[in-house]
């Protein structure tokens, strides 16, 4: 069996885990395996269905009430428990907040290795092998984890979720699981969210960000008008620009900020700092403005734009608001 943790957010299940249960799903028809997905703490009836519509043949619904809060001591347990019960070949996790913090604890737990970050599963003789980015995304590696289960994080928006099925059925497992008094030190007490209803940039389709060359605060409302066209868009940032106050952290993008693979990356006035493409050269298109015709975003760029923003961007708007009204 190869095995998902399923992160469900405000009631509904994440994007990221559909896409990790969806990776699940190919490599365990090659491998000839099942698929089971994970539901740690409170969960409602309904999401099993759209696990099953979505490729999980089991759903374990793994319950105590010191899980009903996320921490990683406790959720770590209770999938241990479930691991030690269903010794499957692998367990799977998105890359997401959640996801890093609790699969090197679980591998910990277990005594097993890890592959954090990957953007490729593929399947050999038998066992899984992953391929993830190091050196901040200047090189890739392959590997293939000796010990079970083999645990991996799968980097959100380069895999694609399963398409629904229709009528899919399954079977839910319900597991009570122990969880000794003082086994949870910490707690998440409050998810504070930025503001309104704004889509995190790691899991927008359009990422928009903006560099230095913005040259301060008040411009990045130019990146905020060109989200408010583009459906399911975000805002991010690089570092200097967040370090310099101008937008908070929660934006920024790279190897100290967030990892991202939209469908479409456009950086604006960023130079290309190794760090800064650790965190988005997985992009799907890039699109790269920046004056100067030899900053280093443009050896990763698709398409560049060499030109003052100031004069790019009031015309990009106006192509994109034609485009979007159509
Ligand atoms: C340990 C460590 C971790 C780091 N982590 C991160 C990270 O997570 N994310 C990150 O982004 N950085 C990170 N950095 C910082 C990184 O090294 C760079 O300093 C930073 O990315 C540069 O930001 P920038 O591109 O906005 O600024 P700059 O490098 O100053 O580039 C500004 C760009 O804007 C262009 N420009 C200026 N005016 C205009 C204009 N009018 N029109 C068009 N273009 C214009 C310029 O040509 C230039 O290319 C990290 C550094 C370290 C040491």
Not at 71 to 98: C, N
Not at 201 to 213: D, K, L
Request: glycine share 12%; aromatic share 6%.
């Amino acid at each position: 069996m190869l095995l998902v943790f399923i992160e469900i957010r405000e009631g509904k299940i994440k994007k990221s885990s559909l896409e990790a249960l969806g990776e699940a799903g190919r490599r365990a028809a090659e491998l000839g395996a099942t698929v089971g997905a994970a539901l740690v703490g409170p969960a409602e009836a309904g999401l099993d269905a759209e696990l099953f519509a979505r490729g999980a043949a089991r759903v374990y619904r793994l319950e105590n009430a010191l899980l009903a809060d996320y921490s990683a001591q406790g959720y770590a347990l209770a999938l241990k428990a479930l691991v030690d019960a269903l010794l499957p070949a692998a367990v799977f996790f998105a890359a997401t907040a959640m996801g890093k913090d609790l699969a090197p604890r679980l591998a910990a737990k277990l005594g097993v290795a890890m592959a954090s970050d990957c953007t490729k599963v593929g399947a050999a003789g038998g066992r899984l092998e992953f391929t993830r980015p190091v050196y901040a995304g200047k090189a890739f590696v392959t590997v293939a984890l000796k010990s079970t289960p083999q645990i991996a994080t799968l980097r959100p928006n380069i895999f694609a979720p399963a398409a629904p099925r229709t009528g899919a059925a399954g079977e839910t497992i319900v597991k009570a699981v122990d969880i000794p008094g003082g086994a949870i030190g910490g707690r998440v007490a409050e998810v504070l969210k930025e503001s309104g209803e704004e889509i995190d940039v790691a899991e927008a389709e359009v990422v928009i960000s903006g560099g230095r060359g913005l040259k301060g605060p008040e411009n990045f409302a130019m990146l905020k008008d060109l989200s408010a066209i583009i459906p399911r868009s975000a805002v991010g940032a690089s570092r200097s620009a967040v370090d310099s106050g101008w937008i908070g952290h929660s934006h920024q993008v790279g190897q100290t900020g967030k990892t991202v693979s939209p469908n479409l990356y456009i950086a604006v006035g960023i130079s290309g700092a190794i760090q800064h493409l650790a965190g988005m050269s997985s992009s799907k298109v890039i699109v790269a403005v920046n004056k100067d015709p030899e900053a280093p975003i443009f050896k990763v760029a698709d398409y560049g734009i060499v030109g003052d923003l100031f004069q790019v961007l009031p015309a990009l708007k106006e192509e994109l608001k034609k485009l979007y009204a159509e």
